[in-house]
């Protein structure tokens, strides 16, 4: 169980256009899900915090008219990177966490999204 | 400075050793301490978590937490090829849908035949 899936898995893209990202909790309904991204042999860095229904909460530094996030049900959760150019380029990871567990809520780490922008 | 601090490597160890890796943390806030594995262009996966400070242990990895001294470290018995993967460690304040994993920079682990 606590399954999250992530598509795509990988998109290339011209300079200029956006791209939507789904991540998905397929066994669990996720009352929090985050969103992270990752630099090649560097850490996860949080981008935003969303919950079900009511807006993400950006971490400092991180432009949220750029990475729109939209957690529309416990089961699904986007980001959209909007007019997307070369340094956005990198691994975008989504979490969700299965808050009906009752003694620690971790987070579950879906496969990660590739995103390479030309 | 970082919150967690997590030597990156990379490591590279002999089939059937014993592998040490550590972190350290400066927030005293943290009570959850949680092992991830990343293999590469993955998702990371949880493989332990403990929380404050003490020992757990699930079949060969053991994770040990001394607040004290805000030390991490997580210990692979007779490790395999299989075990390479990037390690990260993490700590949370608390449990709660808004609290917030700080990950370290990673470990890469290579076990070599």
């Known amino acids: 169980g606590a399954v999250v899936s992530q598509h795509p898995s990988w998109v290339i893209c011209k300079s200029g256009t956006s791209v939507k990202i789904e991540c998905r909790s397929l066994?669990?309904?996720?009352?929090?899900m985050f969103w992270y991204r990752q630099f090649p042999k560097q850490s996860l860095m949080l981008m935003a915090t969303?919950?079900?229904?009511?807006?993400?909460?950006?971490e400092q530094g991180v432009e949220k008219d750029k990475f729109l996030i939209n957690h529309a049900s416990l089961t699904l959760s986007t980001l959209t990177v909007t007019s997307a150019h070369p340094e956005d380029s990198s691994f975008y990871i989504c979490s969700a966490r299965d808050g009906s567990r009752p003694t620690f809520d971790t987070q579950y780490f879906g496969p990660g999204t590739r995103l390479t922008v030309l | 400075q970082k919150e967690v601090e997590q030597d990156p490597g990379p490591l590279s160890v002999p089939e059937g050793a014993i592998v040490s890796l550590n972190c350290t943390y400066s927030n005293s806030a943290f009570q959850y301490f949680m092992w991830y594995r990343q293999y590469s262009r993955k998702g990371p996966e949880l493989l332990m978590y403990t929380y404050s400070s003490g020992n757990k242990e699930d079949g060969r990895f053991t994770a040990q937490v001394d607040k004290s001294s805000k030390y991490i470290s997580l210990f692979i018995r007779d490790s395999q090829p299989s075990d390479s993967a990037t390690y990260l460690c993490a700590a949370q304040r608390g449990t709660g849908g808004g609290n917030k994993l700080t990950f370290g920079t990673g470990t890469q682990l290579k076990v070599e035949l």
């Open positions: 969303s919950n079900e229904g009511s807006k993400a909460t950006y």
């Open positions: 066994d669990f309904q996720a009352t929090t």
